[in-house]
């Protein structure tokens, strides 16, 4: 599974930007994707995830701001991040879950940054 994402850049405080995360080769089996991401100095945390049911889980931090969808038949999740903050600023990565014979398999992708400043 390979995962290109897209959609980064440089925004102002209050500003909107669209991620992409499109997954090419062996996807048979992926249930669920998402994005995390990781500021200097923290951890990867999750930022939303959808599942192949389409309910997803989306950070406390962000639920009023960010929205996850996926367009099934682009194999590609998007992340549609509004009211951007200054602490949003980040590099996110995408990240897609594949089940084989029991066991999940994670795959990431490149990270694109983002920053929120004026």
């Given at each position: 599974v390979q995962l290109q994402a897209s959609g980064g850049g440089l925004v102002q405080p209050g500003g909107s930007l669209r991620l992409s995360c499109a997954a090419s080769g062996s996807i048979?089996?992926?249930n669920a994707m998402?994005?995390?991401r990781q500021a200097p100095g923290n951890q990867r945390d999750l930022v939303a995830l959808i599942r192949s049911d389409g309910s997803?889980?989306?950070a406390a931090s962000v639920k009023?701001?960010?929205t996850i969808s996926r367009?099934?038949?682009k194999n590609t999740v998007y992340l549609q991040m509004n009211s951007l903050k200054p602490e949003d600023t980040a590099v996110y990565y995408c990240k897609a879950e594949q089940?084989?014979?029991g066991h999940q398999y994670d795959y990431w992708g490149q990270g694109t940054q983002v920053t929120v400043s004026s």
């Open positions: 048979l089996g992926i998402g994005w995390y997803t889980n989306t009023d701001r960010f367009d099934n038949a089940l084989y014979r």
